[in-house]
T-cell receptor
Framework: GEDVEQSLFLSVREGDSSVINCTYT??????LYWYKQEPGAGLQLLTY?????DMKQDQRLTVLLNKKDKHLSLRIADTQTGDSAIYFC???????????FGTGTRLTVIP | NAGVTQTPKFQVLKTGQSMTLQCAQD?????MSWYRQDPGMGLRLIHY???????DQGEVPNGYNVSRSTTEDFPLRLLSAAPSQTSVYFC?????????????FGSGTQLSVL
C-alpha cells in the first residue's frame, strides 16, 4: 500500500529558509500536495504539484519533486513566526479518489 | 462561506456509548471523507463516499459506520465507543471528476472516550 514519510520536527530561525522533506512509495502518484495545519484548526491546502512537473513556485513557497527518488520537498523562504504549524505531505494515485497523508512535520520558528 | 462544517467541536464519551459526528458541506462536492488524526500517525482514512448513496471503507474503518443520503451530509457513527477511538476527527470534501481534487477540511472534532 501507499506509504508517505516525513520527519516529525523542524526548527528554524525567523528569516531563514525552511525545507520540509517527504518520501513516498507509490510510483503511480499523480498529484502530490502540501497542507498546513495551525493549532486547533483543520488542514488547509498550501500547494500541489502534478507528477509531470519537477518544480513549482508560489510566492515564498517552492515545491521540488524528484520522481526517480520519490522525494518531495517544500521550501519556505524568509520563514516567519506565522509559519509555525504542522505541514503534511499527501499523495494521490492515478485514477484514485483518496489522498494518503504523511505523519506531518511540526515546524517551529524561533524569533 | 461555510465550506465544510463539523459538529460538535468537542465530545467526551464513556466506553460503550454511541454518538454521531456531523459533517455538512455547501460546495456541492461529490467526494466526502472522514479522517482521524493521532500523534505521530498523521491522518488515516476511515470511510469515504464518491456520491450520494455510495460509501466505502478506508484504512481504519472498524468501529465506525457512515451513510450518504444527500450530497451535503456525511455523518460518522460510533456504535459502541472504545478508548482507542480517542482522536481528532476531520471531515473533508472535494469536487468529483479528474484533476487535482483539492480537499477542503472541516475544523475537526476532538473526541475523548473514557
Amino acid at each position: 500500500g501507499e506509504d508517505v514519510e516525513q520527519s516529525l520536527f523542524l526548527s528554524v530561525r525567523e528569516g531563514d529558509s525552511s525545507v520540509i522533506n517527504c518520501t513516498y512509495t507509490d510510483s503511480s502518484s499523480t498529484y502530490l500536495y502540501w497542507y498546513k495545519q495551525e493549532p486547533g484548526a483543520g488542514l488547509q491546502l498550501l500547494t500541489y504539484i502534478f507528477s509531470n512537473m519537477d518544480m513549482k513556485q508560489d510566492q515564498r513557497l517552492t515545491v521540488l519533486l524528484n520522481k526517480k527518488d520519490k522525494h518531495l520537498s517544500l521550501r519556505i523562504a524568509d520563514t516567519q513566526t506565522g509559519d509555525s504549524a504542522i505541514y503534511f505531505c499527501a499523495e494521490r494515485a492515478a485514477g484514485a479518489n483518496n489522498l494518503f497523508f504523511g505523519t506531518g512535520t511540526r515546524l517551529t520558528v524561533i524569533p | 462561506n461555510a465550506g465544510v462544517t463539523q459538529t460538535p467541536k468537542f465530545q467526551v464519551l464513556k466506553t460503550g456509548q454511541s454518538m454521531t459526528l456531523q459533517c455538512a458541506q455547501d460546495m456541492n462536492h461529490e467526494y466526502m471523507s472522514w479522517y482521524r488524526q493521532d500523534p505521530g500517525m498523521g491522518l488515516r482514512l476511515i470511510h469515504y463516499s464518491v456520491g450520494a448513496g455510495i460509501t466505502d471503507q478506508g484504512e481504519v474503518p472498524n468501529g465506525y459506520n457512515v451513510s450518504r443520503s444527500t450530497t451535503e451530509d456525511f455523518p460518522l457513527r460510533l456504535l459502541s465507543a472504545a478508548p482507542s477511538q480517542t482522536s481528532v476527527y476531520f471531515c473533508a470534501s472535494s469536487p468529483g471528476g479528474t484533476g487535482e481534487k483539492k480537499l477542503f477540511f472541516g475544523s475537526g472534532t476532538q473526541l475523548s472516550v473514557l
